[in-house]
Each structure stands twice: as structure tokens, then as C-alpha cells.
């Protein structure tokens, strides 16, 4: 028997019903992997029909194009707030601010940060390609922020704000991975932020204070 389409479906707005059916396919690539995760597993997540489906994204790599570019366009929305050579700010909030913020808009897809790099490393087109953008900037607003406060002489000068940023990167997205592999040892919400704000302590400000 097919399934009823959502009710009010086609009263929603065009933007509203792509959300939805986008927020489906996070959920069931996040929860079966895109091999494994079917239309019918993104239709019934969204309460729609496969046809309610096909009629906004011509296929499963449609979505995960979507998904990952739309990604991508949040978090660039975070980096271009932050405002460089604003003075007066404690360097490691705005760096650990800035971290945060970008955590949350990685996983605004319903993904976690390790499935999100996994649905890209199978896609090979325009939407890894967003992904990688997104990172070389995210690697360029760290770097700046560090810049800032060794020039302040509020971080080390240890390394130059390139290989540091590099550095917190790996630790941010190592720390992700462990939260999403062993989540009984590192709490995303709490573990996460706060090892974070030890190693960008640890990194960056120990020597300098």
C-alpha cells in the first residue's frame, strides 16, 4: 500500500520542503551510510512518498550533492562573521568560540563531522569540492587568529600560525572522530569543548602568559 504524502506537504514553502527531505537524507546517511541508505529509507524519514522524493532531487547523489554543499554554505556563513584584527578579545575564546560554532554548523546536517568527510570522499564532484573550500578557509581564520595574538604576544611564536593552525585542526577533527567512535569516553557536548580549550591553552598560550 503506498504511503499518504505528509500532510499540508504542498501548502509548505519550496525552501521549507527541500529542508525536510535534505534533513531526511542527513538522518539516513548518517544512521544506514549513503551505499546502504535508500529513497524509500529518506522518504519515510521525511513522510513522504518516493515520488515526493524524486520530485524535488532527480536521485541519491542529487542529495548528497545538496546535503553537502548546503553544508558547506553554513559553516562559510560562520568564518565570514569573524571579523579580523578586532582588538581587545581574549584570543582563546575567539579561537575556541569560532571552533565551536563551526562544530555545530558542520553537524546542522543531522551528520556527524566523520560521516559528513565520509559522504564527501565518496562524491568526487561539487560537493566535495564545497567541503574542501570550506576547510581551507576554516584553516585561514584559525591561522589569522593566531596571527593576531602572537602579534599581541598573547600565543607563542614558537611556530608560525599556519603550522598551528594546522594543528588545532587535526585536534578538532581527531576529536570529533573519537567522540562519533568511542562516545562512552568523550561526551560530544561537554568532552569535546573541553579538550579543545586545553589543547588551544596547551598549543598556543601556555608559553606566552
Known amino acids: ?58 536521485s541519491k547523489e542529487a542529495l548528497r550533492t545538496a546535503l553537502l554543499t548546503g553544508v558547506a554554505a553554513e559553516a562559510g556563513a560562520v568564518l565570514a562573521r569573524v571579523e579580523p584584527g578586532a582588538g581587545g578579545r581574549d584570543p582563546a575564546a575567539a579561537l575556541l568560540c569560532l571552533m565551536e560554532e563551526m562544530a555545530r554548523a558542520l553537524g546542522g546536517a543531522g551528520m556527524s563531522a566523520v560521516k559528513l568527510m565520509e559522504l564527501a570522499s565518496g562524491e568526487g564532484g561539487e560537493g566535495r569540492a564545497a567541503l574542501m573550500a570550506l576547510y581551507v578557509a576554516f584553516h585561514g581564520a ?14 607563542t611564536r614558537r611556530l608560525p600560525p ?48
Open 1 to 58: 500500500m503506498a504511503r499518504a504524502q505528509r500532510s499540508g506537504w504542498k501548502k509548505m514553502p519550496e525552501e521549507v520542503r527541500r529542508a525536510a527531505i535534505l534533513a531526511a537524507a542527513g538522518a539516513a546517511f548518517g544512521e544506514l551510510g549513503f551505499e546502504k541508505a535508500s529513497v524509500q529509507d529518506i522518504a519515510e524519514r521525511a513522510g513522504l512518498t518516493k515520488g515526493g522524493v524524486y520530485f524535488h532531487f532527480e
Open 142 to 155: 584559525l591561522a589569522d587568529l593566531i596571527g593576531e595574538a602572537q602579534a599581541a604576544g598573547k600565543a
Open 162 to 209: 599556519a603550522t598551528l593552525a594546522r594543528l588545532l585542526l587535526a585536534v578538532f577533527d581527531g576529536l570529533h572522530m573519537q567522540a562519533e567512535l568511542v562516545a562512552e569516553q568523550i561526551d560530544r557536548a561537554a568532552g569535546v569543548p573541553a579538550l579543545l580549550d586545553a589543547a588551544v591553552r596547551k598549543l598556543l598560550l601556555e608559553e606566552a602568559a
